[in-house]
T-cell receptor, first 116, second 113 residues
Framework: DADVTQTPRNRITKTGKRIMLECSQT?????MYWYRQDPGLGLRLIYY???????NKGEISDGYSVSRQAQAKFSLSLESAIPNQTALYFC???????????????FGPGTRLLVL | RKEVEQDPGPFNVPEGATVAFNCTYS??????FFWYRQDCRKEPKLLMS???SGNEDGRFTAQLNRASQYISLLIRDSKLSDSATYLC??????????????FGTGTQLKVEL
């Protein structure tokens, strides 16, 4: 079984709809992240969490919200989806133990979201 | 200027060739550097970390030049299975503390028969 899972894997929705993307991990990591990937722009950080109920904005948090109610789960919500939120969304966890040169991020398989 | 810049490619090389990718970063305070590999429509996966002294893992060699703020990845004896996009990744500080990874847009490699 995969260590980091995301649901759904693909989603088509309409402008104005509220949707939630789920991320679960079995790695026991405290740190979790949500990114989006767009062609030509690389991965951009949306939100991150270092512990249960710890929430921090990334570089492109507008239009998104997150929830971290358990160590293993980190959900991303689009309250009112718009077409420019069409992207590939990745959840990641990291095994940070104090040494910045050793941190590795482990990504989920991604969710392809299309907003019409 | 982008925080992390890479040549998008694609680099089309024959099997067995040696290929090198470069990446430049803008934040001189960055402390850690990585190469991730991303296959088409898949998640990124860590390929290797990059240390000041350079490091090698089989056919892959990564080097860091802090003075010029660039990172390189050398792949020797390319295999068809090396075809992927290679992401240069640099750390930066998060306001809440800890490590933020800034990703380049990636360099696409296609290894051909």
């Amino acid at each position: 079984d995969a260590d980091v899972t995301q649901t759904p894997r693909n989603r088509i929705t309409k402008t104005g709809k509220r949707i939630m993307l789920e991320c679960s991990q079995t790695k026991g990591h405290d740190r979790m992240y949500w990114y989006r990937q767009d062609p030509g722009l690389g991965l951009r950080l949306i939100y991150y969490s270092f512990d249960v109920k710890d929430i921090n904005k990334g570089e492109i948090s507008d239009g998104y919200s997150v929830s971290r109610q358990a160590q293993a789960k980190f959900s991303l919500s689009l309250e009112s989806a718009i077409p420019n939120q069409t992207a590939l969304y990745f959840c990641a966890t990291s095994d940070f133990i104090g040494d910045l040169t050793q941190e590795t991020q482990y990504f989920g398989p991604g969710t392809r979201l299309l907003v019409l | 200027r982008k925080e992390v810049e890479q040549d998008p490619g694609p680099f089309n090389v024959p099997e067995g060739a040696t290929v090198a990718f470069n990446c430049t970063y803008s934040n001189s305070a960055s402390q850690s550097f990585f190469w991730y590999r991303q296959d088409c429509r898949k998640e990124p996966k860590l390929l290797m970390s990059v240390y000041s002294s350079g490091n090698e893992d089989g056919r892959f060699t990564a080097q860091l030049n802090r003075a010029s703020q660039y990172i390189s990845l050398l792949i020797r004896d390319s295999k068809l299975s090396d075809s992927a996009t290679y992401l240069c990744v640099v750390n930066g500080r998060l306001t809440g503390g800890g490590n933020k990874l800034t990703f380049g847009t990636g360099t696409q490699l296609k290894v051909e028969l």
